[in-house]
């Protein structure tokens, strides 16, 4: 496409296409009258737009409106946004689970599938059980893979912005895996691959608990802990992607890795898995001291990787998440010590999305990319929210 200048008449209709269809999306059935009232275009310019949007099939007539007193004559005719005319998945790959979510164009959640697996799953192996849940959701909802306009994905690790793991250590043949490439060959639509905890970051901010703050971190608190942050409201990879790996801080020391944080003995912890450190946090319940000192350690330990961002970063609020996010008192220290390391202290709080933070904040990836085509003009994406 040639360079579009200011009065050119296809960048015209551009915006006024973006502008009609964000008021469509966002209004209840709204008629011919309230689109120009939304919009401040004229009304002809608005019908015109409308009849296009008729025949991309992303407009459809609503019924007309029967509450109320009944006006003689013909209603005004109603239009809507048709959410139906393409889907997104947002997809997470865990070391227990892969789980999947679907979405109709406007982000509502029609259908959800998700599978235990085995933290010692070959990368063939676990593409194949995301390959098996994305079946099960589109087979759920009746959904056609031909339908969906757009796939995110939440994985460990370092990825690149073609969806290539650069460094992937929390899940076995993961480092090097050319991901976005291996599932691309699934769909017709976009595949957008995206770190795990830079995932669920975007999550929180749309639908948890950080929808009041641009300036975020999320703590994806497990074994080894990784962060995601919005700046602006904008999320943050870094140069190369690996922006918030603080679960790289503990090489700075043998004594502070999770094996010697976690173990009750003199020896590391060994096996170190999420089944052996619910073990440890199950005695810390019932009083074992050994295991309430392992955990302090491990709580301490996150403050310090925590403390790390908010210096770096000044973030408005900390939202911990992962399954750590579970354990008992992990608020007040964390709070307490953010206090004493950092100059402005700032909120911090538990995830609201729980489990579902890294599928929800791939799906809001997928609905970003299909918006910056919908709404996009010469490179201008409208208010997305």
Known sequence: MGRLTGGDPSLLRRINSAVVLHALRGADSPTLTDLTRITGLS??????????????????????????????GRPARRFRFRAEAGYLLGVEIGSHRVSALLSGLDGRIVGAASRDVSETLSADDRIDQVRGVIADVLR????????????GVGSPGIVEADGTVRLGTALPDWTGLALGERLRRSFRCPVLVENDANAAAVAEHWKGSATESDDIVFVLAGLSPGAGSLIGGRLHRGFGGAAGEIGALHLLGRDVTPEHLLSTTDTPL?????????????????????????MARFIQRLVHDVAALVLALDPELVVIGGWAAGLDGVLDPLREELARYCLRPPRVTLSLLGEAAVATGALRLALDHVEEELFAVEGTVTARR
Do not use: I, M, N, Y
């Open 43 to 72: 009304r002809p310019t608005v019908e015109g737009v409308v009849e296009g949007l008729f025949g991309a099939g992303l407009v459809v007539e609503a019924l007309p409106d029967e509450s109320g007193t009944r006006r003689q």
């Open 140 to 151: 759920r909802t009746g959904v056609a893979r031909s339908s969906l306009r757009a796939v």
């Open 270 to 294: 060994d096996p170190l898995d999420e089944h052996a450190v619910a073990a440890v946090f199950a005695k810390a319940k019932d009083g074992d001291a050994g295991a309430q000192a392992a």
